[in-house]
């Protein structure tokens, strides 16, 4: 079983357009997270959610709106994509409770925007 | 802000080597320390973790050593296969959520 799933793998769209990405996890943890992974394999914390409620908010554009729908989703919505917003976007998860509970991420979407 | 600092790779080694990847944290107070690896086309996986000064966390022939006097925890492995090669990234329990360092590509060669 799938710990962490995330959706679509790949993601090719133009300018402009909206797009989502789905995530979802098994393992019963209270905290889910997204990251983005550019070309140089840096990452950043973008949101982090627990229990449905927005715990972080890092310097990310309005365009980005995560939704939690209950605590083993979050999903990631991206309005007017723009040609910047390529890169590849993690989901994950931990136990509340951060400092010694790792994180279980999923295998990332890869977003390409033309 | 908290910043994790991590040797620039690609890092090349052939098989059998000795393997070393620094990395310094910023944080302060007690962070965790992790280590984590990205293989091509995946997610990262925890490798291994220390919670206090001077823990080794350990895993499949993987060590590093929580050095709280020289904010350090160096991966280190004593002979690195072809399967090692990945992109490794060192992490600390930053102020509100895991703080990684800019990753180290490892390639090892047969």
């Known amino acids: 079983d799938t710990a962490v799933s995330q959706t679509p793998k790949y993601l090719v769209t133009q300018m402009g357009n909206d797009k989502s990405i789905k995530c979802e996890q098994n393992l019963g943890h209270d905290t889910m997270y997204w990251y983005k992974q550019d070309s140089k394999k840096f990452l950043k914390i973008m949101f982090s959610y627990n229990n449905k409620e927005l715990i972080i908010n890092e310097t990310v554009p309005n365009r980005f709106s995560p939704k939690s729908p209950d605590k083993a989703h979050l999903n990631l919505h991206i309005n007017s994509l723009e040609l910047g917003d390529s890169a590849v976007y993690f989901c994950?998860?931990?136990?509340?409770?951060?400092?010694?509970?790792?994180?279980?991420f999923g295998n990332g979407t890869r977003l390409t925007v033309t | 802000g908290d910043s994790v600092t991590q040797m620039e790779g690609p890092v090349t080694l052939s098989e059998e080597a000795f393997l070393t990847i620094n990395c310094t944290y910023t944080a302060t107070g007690y962070p965790s320390l992790f280590w984590y690896v990205q293989y091509p086309g995946e997610g990262l996986q925890l490798l291994l973790k220390?919670?206090?000064?001077?823990d080794k966390g350990s895993n499949k022939g993987f060590e590093a050593t929580y050095r709280k006097e020289t904010t350090s925890f160096h991966l280190e492995k004593g002979s690195v296969q072809v399967s090692d090669s990945a992109v490794y990234f060192c992490?600390?329990?930053?102020?509100?959520?895991?703080?990684f360092g800019s990753g180290t590509r490892l390639q090892v060669q047969p």
């Open positions: 220390a919670t206090k000064a001077d």
């Open positions: 992490a600390d329990t930053g102020r509100r959520a895991l703080t």
């Open positions: 994950a998860s931990s136990d509340t409770g951060l400092k010694a509970s790792p994180l279980h």
